[in-house]
C-alpha cells in the first residue's frame, strides 16, 4: 500500500498506479491536506457510475444549475472520454468526443500516466479552493484507475461532506452496479443508487432537457444550494 493525503490506497493492478501513486506522497500529501483544513468545509458531489448512465450531462446541467443560483462551485471530469462543457454548448460536441475517445484508444494512452498524474494534482488543488461546492464525474468500469481517483478525493477532501450518486441506466445487468458499489465500499463512501431511464431519448436538446430534469432531482437531494 501507498499512502496518499493520509489515506492508505492498494496498487493491487497497473504497475503506473504504484507510480504515480509515489510520486504524489512522501509527505506532499499530508502537506496537502493540513492546507486544505484552513478552508471552510466544503460539499463534494461525486457523480459515479457505467457508461450511458447520464454523468456527463447530468454534470453539466447541474453546474449551470448551480451557477443560475450564485454558488460557488468547482467541477472536473476524471475520466479520459469525459464530456466537458463544451460538448454540450457546441452543436458537433458530442461527435467530435466520440473522435477523440477513439484516437485516445488507438493510441494506447486511454488511462496514461501523465493524465492521472494531472488529475491527481487537480485533485489536490480543488481540495485548497475556496469554494462551497465541489464536483466530480468518473465512471466506465470499476478499474483501478478509478480506485486511485476515488481514494484521492477522499484523502484530499477529508474534512468535507462527501456525498457519491451512482448512476445506472435502467435495465442495467444487476451485477455491473453491484461490482461499482463493492468499489465505492472498498473506498469507504458511502453511496446511493440512481436509475435513469434514457428509452427514446434523442437528439442534442432531447439529451439537454433530461439531463437537466436528473440534475434538479439531484439538486434537491444536496444539503444547501447556498
Not at 493540513?34 to 456527463?56: F, H, M, R, T
Not at 465505492?184 to 439531463?211: F, I, P
Request: glycine content about 10%; overall charge negative.
Amino acid at each position: 500500500p501507498v499512502i496518499i493525503a493520509g489515506t492508505e490506497v492498494e496498487t493491487d493492478d497497473a504497475d503506473k498506479i504504484e507510480i504515480v501513486l509515489k510520486e504524489n506522497s512522501d509527505g506532499d500529501g499530508d502537506k496537502g491536506n493540513k492546507e486544505g483544513k484552513e478552508n471552510d468545509k466544503k460539499e463534494v458531489l461525486i457523480l459515479a457510475g457505467l457508461p450511458k448512465a447520464g454523468k456527463s450531462v447530468s454534470k453539466y446541467s447541474l453546474c449551470k444549475a448551480l451557477k443560475s443560483l450564485g454558488v460557488s462551485y468547482l467541477s472536473e471530469s476524471l475520466h479520459p472520454d469525459a464530456e466537458g462543457s463544451w460538448t454540450f454548448e457546441s452543436p458537433k460536441g458530442q461527435e467530435i468526443s466520440r473522435e477523440l475517445k477513439s484516437l485516445l484508444k488507438d493510441n494506447g494512452q486511454f488511462w496514461s500516466i501523465e493524465f492521472i498524474r494531472e488529475k491527481l494534482e487537480t485533485i489536490k488543488n480543488m481540495s485548497n479552493a475556496k469554494v462551497d461546492k465541489v464536483v466530480f464525474d468518473l465512471g466506465g468500469i470499476p478499474s483501478a484507475e478509478n480506485k486511485l481517483l476515488l481514494s484521492a478525493i477522499k484523502g484530499w477532501f477529508k474534512d468535507s461532506d462527501i456525498k457519491v450518486i451512482l448512476l445506472a441506466e435502467k435495465g442495467t445487468i444487476v451485477e455491473e452496479v453491484e461490482k461499482w458499489g463493492e468499489l465505492l465500499d472498498l473506498v469507504g463512501l458511502e453511496w446511493e443508487l440512481k436509475v435513469t431511464d434514457w428509452e427514446g431519448v434523442s437528439g442534442r436538446e432531447q439529451v439537454l432537457e433530461k439531463g437537466s430534469r436528473i440534475a434538479g432531482e439531484i439538486l434537491n437531494g444536496l444539503k444547501e444550494v447556498r
